[in-house]
């Protein structure tokens, strides 16, 4: 049996999109009838609504893990197998670091989105208020999201939680942490699916999945007809926010390991 595949969120690069391009698959005709379990039984986890939480015992037999929680943990995740249990691959989706703050920045602090995590419910930073933090200052409150996700293991939901604070108390980042972070991503073992290649070209990354996935596996076969990801977030949060060339410059410095990742990764450099 293959490593089960966890599906690694990574806010606002297409994680949801990923998400329920999945729970779309893998809903059952019978879905909405009142039927307790409407999923097939190759997608396990976590739905968008808190729906479709099943067990690990239930993911000995599903493909995907969709959102890792207690279990795999919210990081460099993989997991030999043993005889006791499988082992576990990882799928995330990436995208250009300063395209991916500047987002951030528009959807969680200016439009106070995803439940207002970023505006007093989780965690108070005086964003939706006349005293918000600048674009600067929220680049540099949590920079090198990516390295720090990928670089190390996260148990349970500690990442959210140190990334929620502008992760307080954390090591430097330095050029081992972006190595280890890109031998994470860059591994057989991972799929990465950029954010722009989603919509840019989805026919092509859908192969890439259903390859990845193993073309005999029951998940690829329910995605052999989806030529298209869904839209997910299409609503206009701030899309017309833009970043001066100073405030790109500050951004690009204080995430510099995360766009090292990113040339290393991706072959190009930041849009600094």
Known sequence: MRDLAVLVHVGKTGSSTARRLFLDAARLPEAGNGSRDPWATWLCGMGLNGTLWKTEAVCARSDIANGPRSTWG???????GTRARR????????????????????FFCLG?????????????????TRARPSFVQWAARAPNQY??????HWPQRTHFRALAHGFPGAPEIDQYAVIRAYRALSDPSTLVLWTEDMSRDG?????????????????????????????????PHHRGYKISAAQRR???????????????????????
């Open 250 to 272: 500050a951004a690009c410095a204080a995430n510099w390991a995360d766009c090292a990742l990113y040339e290393l990764l991706r072959g190009r450099p930041c849009a600094c």
């Open 147 to 152: 390295v720090r996700q990928f670089s190390r």
């Open 203 to 235: 026919p092509r990354q859908l192969s890439r999945v259903r390859a990845w996935l193993g073309n005999d596996t029951n998940a690829a076969s329910a995605l052999r007809n989806v030529s298209a990801f869904p839209h997910i977030n299409s609503r």
């Open 87 to 106: 082992g576990i691959r990882m799928i995330t989706t990436l995208r250009e670091p300063i395209a991916r703050i500047v987002s951030e920045y528009a």
């Open 74 to 80: 919210d990081g460099d995740i993989r997991r030999p």
């Open 112 to 128: 106070c989105g995803d439940y207002g995590q970023f505006c007093g419910k989780f965690v108070h930073t005086g964003c939706g």
